[in-house]
């Protein structure tokens, strides 16, 4: 192994990246996928007008709308509107994230951990999680106050669920043989716990993270729009109601950005989090 | 599940003289399955582990030599039998009685340094520089001490091995089980490993129980082998094996060698045959299911 080459660091490390994927095809494959997409949408709205197509904004009007100083229908980069908007949707996100995860990847540890556990808790998880969360959500206005703590309990509640399973089939997925090493090392239950249960589950956690937060946004929206002041799923839907269908789209964007850079961050922080899974899967050139 | 493996009582003792343990296996039987349809896996087993010795299990395969190692190991609990070492009863795993696994049990989320001081990190009855001095001393003895800051999967199978049996090792315990340790090596490094497990033990003589399916494997190792008889498991026949030590690869071809190798074939054959007339089609249907897996 040569080890004369010095690894480039911080910026220059990204320009290297950068530069480097500029000579593979995903770049290129990228820029053609989203053009074709916004192509295919532009003939059907814009340019052949398909029949009730034509109700629904194109791409031209909705970019020009959203980088507009003044935009005719109240929504743009340049309104505060926008910005309050997604502050708020991404606030409850992050209060009921953090409730979900808080006591969903505890309870999914001590579900996989001890089968007594296991016994109390899952059948009540079992037949509380297919319940779809818009049905829930006459119960929560009636159990909560305002718009606000409704809105979060099903957010909450929805991604609670796939948090905690993800968990107790992370800890059911341990080799039993690193249960048997600790065993002989002379390790306590506590110990494993520590030092087995927790960071072998940490790769299931994270998948089951990833998925967490995409869940709660769908059901923050769903729940913003049938209950709520503000909020995106609350913009797209008033949109609707006042026939203003820019604003609407721009949501409907915006909230999917939104949502992809959440989960890229939960996916960052377990990468980093999971050195050794990282570099078990960079051999195998994933 | 995984916790009832555990909540046995963990007790970690230390004999005077480790490594120069004896462990006696009476009487011992396992069954497995609902009473109605149990299955006995080993049935009246008595077996001594002599101190100081490599003591090699040779059996066909299925045939509960995984089982017996659980047994001493504390993993699992005889149905009847008692199993001693030094005379004391076995109750649950401790780090008296160190067990290298078939596949490797490096725990992936520790580098191997840090799966070499587990234990005694766990336990802290080695810490700071002795406990650093003497784990930088069984890597340089491994050969991985430049691989000390890898993790598991970044290390080659026998690499793996290795940090395997430095994970123990620093445990002094009185006695090592290495449960078919070098399957799933590539030939070249399972005679490298052979070799290197050899020059190991023939340094300080700690009492050994090697579990293998390979009989040439067994002659090149052992003191004695111990082969056993198709399920249930029972001891056919003990042979001793009066090789010279430090041994190497040519004495497999010395004619002692072929006479061992000859006794234990004809026996293992005929117990492979057993096994082999008496599968079912549902046996057959349960080994192709699990081959899938």
Same mark, same amino acid.
């Given at each position: 192994m040569s080890r004369s080459i010095e690894a480039p660091t911080g910026? #220059?490390?990204?320009?290297?990246?950068? @530069?480097?994927? =500029?000579?593979?095809?995903?770049?290129?494959?990228?820029?053609?996928?989203?053009?074709?997409?916004?192509?295919?949408?532009?003939?059907?709205?814009?340019?052949?007008?398909?029949?009730?197509?034509? @109700?629904?904004?194109?791409?031209?009007?909705? $970019?020009?709308?959203? $980088?507009?100083?003044?935009?005719?229908?109240?929504?743009?980069?340049?309104?505060?509107?926008?910005?309050?908007?997604?502050?708020? *949707?991404?606030?409850?996100?992050?209060?009921?994230?953090?409730?979900?995860?808080?006591?969903?990847?505890?309870?999914?540890?001590?579900?996989?951990?001890?089968?007594?556990?296991?016994?109390?808790?899952? +059948?009540? =998880?079992?037949?509380?999680?297919?319940? +779809?969360?818009?049905?829930?959500?006459?119960?929560?206005?009636?159990?909560?106050?305002? $718009?606000?703590? +409704?809105?979060?309990?099903?957010?909450?509640?929805?991604?609670?669920?796939?948090?905690?399973?993800?968990?107790?089939?992370?800890?059911? *997925?341990?080799?039993?043989?690193?249960?048997?090493?600790?065993?002989?090392?002379? #390790?306590?239950?506590?110990?494993?716990? @520590?030092?087995?249960?927790?960071?072998?589950?940490?790769?299931?956690?994270?998948?089951? =993270?990833?998925? #967490?937060?995409?869940?709660?946004?769908?059901? =923050?929206?769903?729940?913003?729009?049938?209950?709520?002041d503000l909020g995106l799923g609350y913009l797209i839907v008033d949109s609707y109601m006042n026939n203003v269908t820019v604003p609407m789209v721009i949501g409907m964007i915006t909230l999917g950005f939104v949502g992809w850079i959440t989960s890229v961050m939960v996916r960052a922080l377990g990468n980093w989090l999971m050195q050794w899974h990282v570099k078990a899967l960079a051999l195998q050139g994933r | 599940m995984a916790q009832d493996t555990i909540d046995a009582e963990i007790s970690g003792t230390q004999g005077d003289t480790p490594g120069q343990s004896k462990v006696e296996i009476r009487q011992v039987s396992k069954a497995y399955g609902d009473e109605w349809a149990s299955e006995s896996v080993i049935e009246s087993l008595s077996v001594e582990i002599m101190p100081g010795e490599l003591t090699v299990i040779v059996g066909p395969s299925g045939c509960g030599k995984s089982t017996l190692v659980n047994l001493i190991a504390g993993f699992e609990k005889p149905d009847s039998g008692e199993i001693l070492l030094d005379g004391s009863k076995v109750k649950g795993p401790a780090r008296d009685r160190m067990v290298v696994f078939q596949e490797t049990a490096l725990i992936p989320w520790q580098t191997t340094y840090q799966n070499i001081v587990f234990g005694p990190k766990l336990r802290g009855d080695l810490k700071g520089k002795a406990l650093r001095s003497e784990a930088e001393r069984l890597l340089d003895k491994v050969g991985l001490g430049e691989f000390k800051n890898k993790y598991p999967l970044q290390l080659s199978g026998g690499m793996q091995r290795r940090a395997e049996l430095a994970r123990a090792l620093i445990n002094n315990p009185r006695i090592m089980i290495m449960d078919e340790p070098f399957r799933g090596l590539d030939a070249m490094s399972r005679g490298l490993m052979q070799e290197f497990f050899l020059r190991l033990f023939e340094e300080n003589r700690r009492t050994n129980l090697f579990v293998t399916s390979e009989i040439d494997e067994a002659i090149f190792l052992a003191d004695r082998i111990i082969v056993l008889s198709n399920r249930p498991a029972q001891v056919r026949k003990v042979i001793e094996v009066n090789l010279p030590r430090p041994r190497d690869y040519k004495m497999l071809s010395s004619e002692e060698a072929y006479a061992i190798k000859r006794d234990a074939m004809e026996i293992l054959h005929e117990e492979a045959m057993k096994s082999f007339k008496s599968g079912t089609k549902s046996d057959f249907a349960e080994a192709y299911a699990k081959s899938g897996q």
């Open positions: 910026l #220059s490390m990204f320009v290297y990246r950068f @530069k480097k994927s =500029l000579q593979t095809p995903d770049p290129y494959l990228t820029i053609f996928g989203v053009g074709l997409w916004l192509f295919v949408w532009w003939l059907l709205c814009e340019g052949l007008r398909v029949d009730r197509f034509d @109700k629904i904004p194109g791409p031209i009007a909705v $970019f020009t709308e959203l $980088f507009a100083r003044t935009p005719f229908q109240g929504i743009s980069i340049f309104t505060p509107e926008y910005y309050e908007h997604i502050l708020v *949707s991404c606030r409850r996100i992050a209060i009921a994230f953090a409730i979900a995860t808080g006591v969903g990847v505890p309870l999914g540890l001590f579900m996989g951990w001890s089968k007594r556990i296991r016994d109390y808790a899952f +059948p009540i =998880l079992e037949t509380l999680r297919p319940i +779809p969360i818009l049905a829930w959500v006459p119960l929560s206005i009636l159990m909560f106050p305002g $718009f606000e703590a +409704p809105v979060i309990f099903l957010a909450t509640l929805a991604s609670l669920f796939v948090t905690t399973l993800n968990t107790m089939l992370g800890v059911d *997925s341990i080799d039993e043989a690193y249960f048997r090493a600790a065993g002989c090392l002379g #390790s306590s239950n506590w110990d494993v716990f @520590k030092h087995v249960v927790v960071p072998g589950a940490l790769p299931y956690i994270f998948t089951g =993270l990833q998925i #967490s937060i995409g869940v709660a946004w769908f059901s =923050l929206v769903a729940a913003e729009m049938v209950s709520g | -």
